[in-house]
C-alpha cells in the first residue's frame, strides 16, 4: 500500500507546523514535523511513503493533481489548519476524485473532528487524532488487510455515512522507539527562519508540556501536559546524524520547553561534549532556568540561543493565562543568560485576556528593557481545543464568522474584539512594536555585528526585507481603504 503524506498548498510562506498556523510578518518556512515523523515510521515499518511539502515547494493545485496522477497513492495524509481548513477540505476533494481514502491530522480536526468530517461531505474519510505517528500506521495495515477500522485507536471516521468516534490512542511512552524524522525527502535549502542560521534542521528531543498556560494549543490537544522526552544518547545520535547527512548549519529544538527538564537538559550537553561534537544548536526555554551553570554548560556545548515567551510586560497579564511566572524572574533570567553569552530571541501577544492599551505599552517599554537580541511578536489567537478559545467564545470575544477569517490573505490577524480594544487596534500594536523595537540603532548595528558569515548575513537581510515589505503592503492597504 502506497502513502502520500502531504502539506498542501495554501498561500505562499504558510507555516502549518508552528504553533500559530500563520504566514508570519518574517516570512519564515517551517518544516512539517510531524508529517516527517508519521513518514519515518512507514518506511521503517515496510510502507512505501512520500512526503511532499507543497507550501515550501509552491506548488499548486495542479501540481498536487499531477502528483496524485503519476504517485498513484492509495492513501494521502493531509495535514491540516484552522486558517486554512477550506482549502484543505478542497484538497481531500481532489484526492477522492482519483479514489484515495484522505485522511486529516493536525490539532483542529483533532479538536473538531465531528464539525470537520460534517463540513468536508465525505472527502475526508479518517480523522487521526492527536499524536498520529502509529495511528497512521495502524490504520494503513487495517486498510491494507480489509479490516474494520473499529479497531484502530485515535481515529474518527466515517462508515456508511455515519461518523464513528474510537477511543483515544495512549500517547507513545518510549520516544526512543520511534525512527529519526524522515528530512530525506525534503530539501533543507528551501527551509527559512530569519532566527537559525541558514539552512538549519529542526529537532523534536521530546513531546508534551508540563505547564498550564491557557492559548499554548499543541500540549491541550495533540502531546499532553507531562514532558515526555527521548534519552540523552538518542537524541545526540540524531543530532550525530543530522550534522552528517545534511548542509545544516544549526538545529533548533523544537520541543515545547527544551529546559523544563534540567537534568535531561544536562545530560544532553555531557553527550555532545563527550563525543567531542562541534555542532551548534538552539532551543525553547522558560524564562524561569535561574541557573547559570548550566546555561553556561548549554553554551559550552554549543548552544547558541535560547527561544523564550516573557509573552507581556502586564503580571496581570501572566497570571491571566497562567503563565506561572513573574516579571521580576523573567528580568533575572535575562541577565544570567546574557551573562552565560547566550542569544536571546523573545516571543510576545498582543490581545491576551486583560489586555489593555495601557498593559500594551508596559509591553513594549519591558521588550525594549529585556534588549533581546531579537523578538517576535503576535497578535492572540485563540486555537481552537485550547481554554483561551472557549474563554473567548464564552464571553462573546471570538468576532469570527468562518474559520478562514483567522488570517486575511494568509497574514496573521487577530481575532479577539474586546468592547475596549479592537482588533485593529490589536494588530496596529503588533506593527507599531516590531517598529519601535527593530528601527533602533543599537539594534541594526547589534545584528550587524553580530553577523559571523555570508550565509548569517543573508538571513538576517532576508528577514528584514520580508519585515519592511510586510510594512509596506499593510501601510499601502490602509491607505487604500
Not at 500500500?1 to 517551517?30: E, G, H
Not at 493545485?61 to 499531477?66: F, W
Not at 514532558?227 to 544549526?250: C, G, M, W
Not at 516573557?310 to 501572566?318: N, T, V, Y
Request: overall charge positive.
Amino acid at each position: 500500500m502506497k502513502v502520500l503524506l502531504l502539506s498542501p498548498p495554501f498561500v505562499k510562506a504558510f507555516c502549518r507546523s508552528q504553533r500559530w498556523p500563520v504566514r508570519t510578518r518574517s516570512r519564515v518556512i517551517r518544516y512539517p514535523d510531524w508529517l516527517a515523523y508519521a513518514t519515518a515510521v512507514l518506511e521503517k515499518n515496510g510502507y512505501k511513503a512520500k512526503l511532499v511539502d507543497s507550501v515550501a515547494e509552491n506548488h499548486t493545485m495542479k501540481d498536487v493533481e499531477n502528483l496524485l496522477r503519476y504517485e498513484k497513492p492509495d492513501v494521502v495524509v493531509l495535514d491540516a489548519t484552522t486558517p486554512s481548513i477550506y482549502n484543505d477540505i478542497a484538497y481531500a476533494t481532489l484526492c477522492k476524485k482519483y479514489d484515495i481514502f484522505t485522511v486529516f491530522v493536525g490539532p483542529h480536526a483533532t479538536a473538531l473532528p465531528e464539525e470537520t468530517l460534517k463540513m468536508a461531505k465525505g472527502s475526508v474519510d479518517c480523522i487521526a487524532r492527536g499524536e498520529y505517528d502509529y495511528t497512521i500506521l495502524d490504520l494503513v495495515r487495517h486498510l491494507e488487510e480489509g479490516k474494520s477500522l473499529s479497531n484502530v485507536l485515535g481515529i474518527s471516521y466515517l462508515e456508511n455515512g455515519i461518523i464513528k468516534h474510537n477511543p483515544n490512542r495512549p500517547l507513545i511512552e518510549n520516544l526512543d522507539e520511534l525512527p529519526f524524522p524522515a528530512w530525506h525527502h525534503l530539501d533543507v535549502k528551501k527551509y527559512f527562519n530569519s532566527i537559525y542560521y541558514y539552512p538549519y534542521l529542526d529537532i523534536i528531543s521530546g513531546r508534551g508540556c508540563p505547564f498550564r498556560c491557557t492559548f499554548c494549543q499543541w500540549p491541550q490537544v495533540m502531546h499532553g501536559r507531562r514532558y515526555r522526552f527521548r534519552s540523552a544518547q538518542n537524541t545526540v545520535d540524531e543530532l550525530e546524524y543530522d550534522f552528517e547527512h545534511y548542509p545544516i548549519k544549526e538545529v533548533f529544538f523544537e520541543d515545547d520547553t527544551f529546559t523544563a527538564n534540567r537534568k535531561r537538559a544536562r545530560q544532553i550537553c555531557y553527550e555532545i561534549l563527550k563525543r567531542g561534537l562541534d555542532i551548534t544548536w538552539s532551543c525553547n526555554s522558560r524564562c524561569d532556568v535561574l541557573d547559570l551553570e548550566l546555561l553556561k554548560l548549554m553554551k559550552r556545548a554549543g548552544c547558541r540561543m535560547l527561544l523564550i515567551g516573557p509573552e507581556s510586560g502586564s503580571q496581570k497579564i501572566l497570571d491571566n493565562v497562567r503563565k506561572n511566572l513573574k516579571i521580576e524572574t523573567i528580568r533575572e533570567f535575562v541577565k544570567l543568560a546574557k551573562k552565560a553569552g547566550l542569544q536571546l530571541h523573545a516571543c510576545y501577544v498582543i490581545g491576551l485576556p486583560g489586555e489593555t492599551k495601557e498593559t500594551i505599552e508596559l509591553t513594549i517599554r519591558f521588550a525594549k528593557e529585556l534588549d533581546t537580541d531579537t523578538i517576535q511578536v503576535a497578535g492572540a489567537m485563540p486555537q481552537v481545543g485550547t481554554e483561551f478559545y472557549e474563554w473567548a467564545k464564552r464571553h462573546g470575544y471570538l468576532k469570527i464568522v468562518s474559520w478562514d477569517e483567522y488570517v486575511q490573505n494568509g497574514e496573521q490577524v487577530p481575532v479577539i474584539d474586546y468592547p475596549h480594544l479592537s482588533r485593529e487596534e490589536i494588530n496596529n500594536a503588533v506593527d507599531r512594536m516590531y517598529k519601535e523595537y527593530y528601527f533602533r540603532p543599537k539594534v541594526i548595528m547589534r545584528l550587524l555585528i553580530n553577523t559571523y558569515s555570508i550565509s548569517d548575513f543573508y538571513r538576517k537581510v532576508k528577514g528584514a526585507l520580508n519585515l519592511i515589505e510586510y510594512f509596506l503592503r499593510s501601510r499601502l492597504k490602509h491607505m487604500s481603504k
